[in-house]
C-alpha cells in the first residue's frame, strides 16, 4: 500500500518536472537538433547523460518519439518544422487530427448574431481548438490540471491564445457559461486500452445531451460505432472519415445543426477539405440492431489488416438480394458506418444489390462511382474451395493476386502462398459469400473514368 501510494506521488511531481523540462529552450533545441542531424537513439541517449538524470532522459527520449507524430497529425511541419506541441501518447492518440479539424471549423456559425464564446470539454490536449474560427474565443474545461497545461501551452502555440478553466464540465459555474461547446467524451479505459462499452464514456452520452441544452449549439465526437439509435432525431449526425477509413461520429446540436433529423457521410482530404458527401433522412429501420448484431459490428471494426474479415451491414439493408453481376464495389468505410451505402448505391445504379446479407460488397450492372465506391469487373467466380480456385486462375492466366476478405476467416497471405498461382495476369481474388454460401470472385480494379 504505502509502495503504491509513493508510486502514484512520485509519478505526479514526475509530471509537472516534465512539463517544465520539455518546454525548456534547451531541450527544443537539443530535439531539433537531433531530428535535423537524424540522430539514433543510442546517440541521443549518450550526448543526454552528460546533462540529464535517468528519468530525465527517458522523458525527454519517449517525447521525441512523439515529435514526428504530433507534427504529422497536426501539420505542423516536417524536419525543419520548429514548432512543438506539449502531449504525451495517451493524448495525442485521442486528439482530432489537422484534416478532420480542419473540416469541423467550417461547420461553426459565423456572421451578424452568431455567438463567440466556446467552451471545448474535456479538452485534453487542445485537437479540437486548434482550427476553430479565429473569431471565436475558446476555453478548455478539464478537470485534469495536467491536460490543461497541454491544452494551454498548445493553443497558445497555434493559435496566439490560451484560456483554461478547471472543472467538471457536467457543473459548470452559470458565471462562466458560453455559447457554444465541442466535446469529447473520454473512451479509454483505466489502463489505456481502448473502451469498447460505449456505455461507459465519460460523461456518459446521456450527460452529454444535458450539458447540450445549456449551449446555443455545440458538437459531440463519439466514436464511429456509436449506436445511433440513442442519439435524438432533432440532431443531425456527420461520419467524417478520408478515402479508407471513418474515423468520427459527429452529432451536431442546436444552431450548429443545419439539417436536424438527417445523416450524412463526408470524406475529406488531407487538407480538410470536402471531397464529397452523401446524406439522407434518418431511417430508424437502418439504425437498430439487436444486441448480437451490434457487438458483431463493434468486434469487427476493432480489428485491423487481415483480422478485419468482413464488414457487416445493417441486417435491414436498404439494398436487395442478387446474383453475382458484372461488377462488384466495396463502399467507402463512411459510407457502411453511416448506413448511406445502400441510398448512394442504388442512386448510381438502380440495380445495385447484396450478393449475401450482411456483408458489405454491393454487385451492380454498371461501375459504382469513386470515391464512395472502389469498383471491380467481374471475370470469373467459383465456389470456394482449393481445386476450383486454383483452376479459375490457370484459366485466366492470373499469377498475382490480392486477395479480400469478408465473411471468410484465413490468413491471407497464407493463403496467396496456398494456391500457387503462376500465371503472368493480375487480379483481385474475393473471398465472400453469396446467398450466405462461401464464394470465390476474380475480379480486376476498374479504373474510375474522369
Given at each position: 500500500m ?6 502514484i ?9 516534465l512539463k517544465?523540462?520539455l ?21 541521443v541517449?549518450?550526448?543526454?547523460t552528460?546533462?540529464y538524470?535517468?528519468?530525465e ?30 502531449c504525451?501518447?495517451?493524448a ?39 482550427y476553430l ?16 497545461a ?22 459548470i ?10 466535446i469529447?467524451?473520454a473512451?479509454?479505459?483505466a ?5 469498447r ?16 441544452k ?6 459531440a465526437?463519439?466514436p ?9 432525431k ?24 443545419k ?14 477539405k ?8 434518418r ?11 451490434q ?6 471494426f476493432q480489428?485491423?489488416?487481415r ?5 457487416t ?28 451505402f445502400?441510398t ?18 454491393v ?30 486462375l ?22 496467396i502462398r ?6 503472368k ?11 450466405g454460401?462461401?464464394v470465390?470472385?476474380l475480379?480486376?480494379?476498374?479504373v474510375p473514368?474522369?
Amino acid at each position: 500500500m504505502f509502495r503504491n501510494f509513493y508510486t502514484i506521488k512520485k509519478l505526479n511531481c514526475f509530471r509537472i518536472m516534465l512539463k517544465d523540462l520539455l518546454t525548456s529552450a534547451a531541450v527544443q533545441e537539443f530535439i531539433q537538433n537531433a531530428i535535423r542531424q537524424k540522430k539514433d537513439e543510442l546517440q541521443v541517449s549518450s550526448a543526454l547523460t552528460k546533462k540529464y538524470s535517468f528519468e530525465e532522459r527517458a522523458a525527454i527520449m519517449d517525447y521525441m518519439a512523439l515529435v514526428p507524430k504530433f507534427r504529422e497529425k497536426f501539420g505542423t511541419g516536417g524536419q525543419k518544422s520548429k514548432e512543438f506541441l506539449l502531449c504525451d501518447k495517451l493524448a495525442l492518440e485521442q486528439s482530432t487530427a489537422q484534416d478532420i479539424g480542419r473540416y469541423k471549423a467550417e461547420l461553426w456559425p459565423c456572421g451578424p448574431g452568431a455567438g463567440t464564446t466556446v467552451h471545448d470539454l474535456c479538452c485534453g490536449m487542445g485537437g479540437d481548438s486548434f482550427y476553430l474560427p479565429s473569431h471565436l474565443h475558446i476555453t478548455g474545461v478539464d478537470m485534469d490540471t495536467d491536460r490543461l497545461a497541454m491544452y494551454a501551452y498548445n493553443c497558445q502555440a497555434l493559435r496566439g491564445e490560451s484560456n483554461t478553466l478547471q472543472a467538471d464540465v457536467r457543473n459548470i459555474p452559470e458565471s462562466e457559461r458560453a455559447d457554444y461547446f465541442t466535446i469529447d467524451p473520454a473512451r479509454r479505459a483505466a489502463d489505456g486500452e481502448n473502451q469498447r462499452d460505449y456505455g461507459n464514456l465519460t460523461p456518459t452520452f446521456a450527460e452529454v445531451l444535458e450539458i447540450a441544452k445549456r449551449y446555443r449549439g455545440g458538437m459531440a465526437k463519439l466514436p464511429p460505432g456509436y449506436p445511433t439509435g440513442e442519439i435524438p432525431k432533432d440532431t443531425e449526425i456527420v461520419y467524417i472519415g478520408g478515402h479508407s477509413d471513418c474515423r468520427e461520429c459527429l452529432v451536431l446540436f442546436g444552431e450548429l445543426a443545419k439539417a436536424p433529423g438527417t445523416v450524412r457521410a463526408v470524406m475529406v482530404d488531407k487538407a480538410g477539405k470536402q471531397v464529397a458527401q452523401w446524406s439522407a433522412e434518418r431511417d430508424e429501420a437502418r439504425e437498430v440492431r439487436d444486441e448480437a448484431e451490434q457487438r458483431l459490428f463493434e468486434e469487427n471494426f476493432q480489428r485491423e489488416g487481415r483480422d478485419r474479415v468482413y464488414r457487416t451491414a445493417s441486417s435491414k439493408s436498404d439494398l436487395p438480394l442478387g446474383e453475382i453481376s458484372k461488377y462488384i464495389s466495396e463502399p467507402a468505410a463512411v459510407l457502411v458506418r453511416s448506413r448511406l451505402f445502400g441510398t448512394a448505391a442504388q442512386a448510381a445504379d438502380p440495380t445495385a444489390h447484396l450478393i449475401s446479407e450482411g456483408i458489405a460488397y454491393v454487385a451492380s450492372d454498371t461501375p459504382l462511382p469513386a470515391p464512395g465506391f472502389t469498383c471491380f469487373e467481374v471475370i470469373d467466380h467459383t465456389e470456394l474451395s482449393t481445386g476450383a480456385v486454383r483452376s479459375m486462375l490457370s484459366a485466366h492466366g492470373i499469377g498475382k493476386l490480392t486477395l479480400k476478405l469478408r465473411g471468410v476467416k484465413l490468413d491471407p497471405d497464407a493463403e496467396i502462398r496456398r494456391l500457387g498461382a503462376k500465371g503472368k495476369e493480375s487480379a483481385t481474388l474475393f473471398y465472400t459469400r453469396a446467398y450466405g454460401e462461401k464464394v470465390a470472385i476474380l475480379a480486376r480494379l476498374e479504373v474510375p473514368k474522369h
